[in-house]
T-cell receptor, first 111, second 113 residues
Framework: GQQLNQSPQSMFIQEGEDVSMNCTSS?????WLWYKQDPGEGPVLLIA?????ELTSNGRLTAQFGITRKDSFLNISASIPSDVGIYFC???????????FGPGTRLSVLP | GAGVSQTPSNKVTEKGKYVELRCDPI?????LYWYRQSLGQGPEFLIY????????DSGLPNDRFFAVRPEGSVSTLKIQRTERGDSAVYLC???????????FGQGTRLTVV
């Protein structure tokens, strides 16, 4: 079945630094989603991507749909303490009815 | 309500018991998803409804798990003969159409003792 890998698994950064994380798939996707999850909460959508090569921003967040359609990355600029959490990518192909989630990247921001 | 609502927020049950978890999707959302999330892992797909019918139930781990959505709105996930390995957070999500992005509820934390 479809599998997603996310890297890095976890990262510790200083407040104000930029962050980059990525997600790779074993198969081609036609939709990529990026979510953030805080402890005790459900995942919250950050960015949705629908076209290969698409680059989309949401405030300090920027995400891109890879041209191979098998990867996506998320950048966070000028990190702040509230960026702490787990970031999940999720993908959807033409055949599946569901969204497959990656294992997550855990971000810690040091003051 | 404005968001996806899941009840109860926490459920502790004894091994072998039957449990029901409820999901109220966002009004007007036709698609509804159930996911299971174990500690330190990403959400794992269980089942997807489009309207009243289960369009994809390939993620249900075995026949102890069953879900219904009789009127195309509220959904109930039912687990029979619970096992300790069923302990997890069960997340429900809904979307406006089959491929719209899912909005998640806060989840039900199920603990089987």
């Amino acid at each position: 079945g479809q599998q997603l890998n996310q890297s890095p698994q976890s990262m510790f950064i200083q407040e104000g630094e930029d962050v980059s994380m990525n997600c790779t798939s074993s198969s081609i996707f036609n939709t990529w989603l990026w979510y953030k999850q805080d402890p005790g909460e459900g995942p919250v959508l950050l960015i949705a991507l629908y076209k290969a090569g698409e680059l989309t921003s949401n405030g300090r967040l920027t995400a891109q749909f890879g041209i191979t359609r098998k990867d996506s990355f998320l950048n966070i600029s000028a990190s702040i303490p509230s960026d702490v959490g787990i970031y999940f990518c999720a993908g959807h192909d033409n055949y599946g009815q569901n969204f497959v989630f990656g294992p997550g990247t855990r971000l810690s921001v040091l003051p | 309500g404005a968001g996806v609502s899941q009840t109860p927020s926490n459920k502790v049950t004894e091994k072998g018991k039957y449990v029901e978890l409820r999901c109220d999707p966002i009004s007007g959302h036709t698609a509804l998803y159930w996911y299971r999330q174990s500690l330190g892992q990403g959400p794992e797909f269980l089942i997807y409804f489009q309207g009243t019918g289960a369009a994809d139930d390939s993620g249900l781990p075995n026949d102890r798990f069953f879900a219904v959505r009789p009127e195309g709105s509220v959904s109930t996930l039912k687990i029979q003969r619970t096992e300790r390995g069923d302990s997890a957070v069960y997340l429900c999500a809904s979307s406006l159409r089959g491929r719209g992005y899912p909005f998640f509820g806060q989840g039900t934390r199920l603990t089987v003792v």
